[in-house]
Nanobody, 123 residues
Framework: QVPLVESGGGSVQAGGSLRLSCAGS????????MGWFRQVPGKEREFVAA????????YYADSVQGRFTISRDNAENTVTLQMNSLKPEDTAVYYC????????????????WGQGTQVTVSS
């Protein structure tokens, strides 16, 4: 098991920013591909961003490209999602996930998931 703990969610007005963090609790996440997904009620979990274990490659959904930035600090065992220029359609529960296979955009790639953190963007 790889316990993952997200933090940093909250409520913000459109155009604002939030910073989500994901920490590996008690076990290193340095060897994993790390991803962020989001989900709204009644819809499937949606890929947002991913970063390779070394941090050398990052990937984004078209809907967040240019607004969100994923990064990791392997020394601190954390992954961060900086979200800028937020829109009401970004409202969702955001999940951090850890996996090993390269298909970063598929939820089934990831073996371990955090509990989720709510992000609400008002217009």
């Amino acid at each position: 098991q790889v316990p993952l703990v997200e933090s940093g969610g909250g409520s913000v007005q459109a155009g604002g920013s939030l910073r989500l963090s994901c920490a590996g609790s008690g076990r290193t996440i340095n060897i994993f591909l790390m991803g962020w997904f989001r989900q709204v009620p009644g819809k499937e979990r949606e890929f947002v961003a991913a970063i390779t274990w070394s941090g050398s490659n990052t990937y984004y959904a078209d809907s967040v490209q240019g607004r969100f930035t994923i990064s990791r600090d392997n020394a601190e065992n954390t992954v961060t999602l900086q979200m800028n220029s937020l829109k009401p359609e970004d409202t969702a529960v955001y999940y951090c996930a850890a996996g090993r296979t390269p298909t970063y955009y598929r939820a089934t790639t990831y073996n371990y998931w955090g509990q989720g953190t709510q992000v609400t963007v008002s217009s």
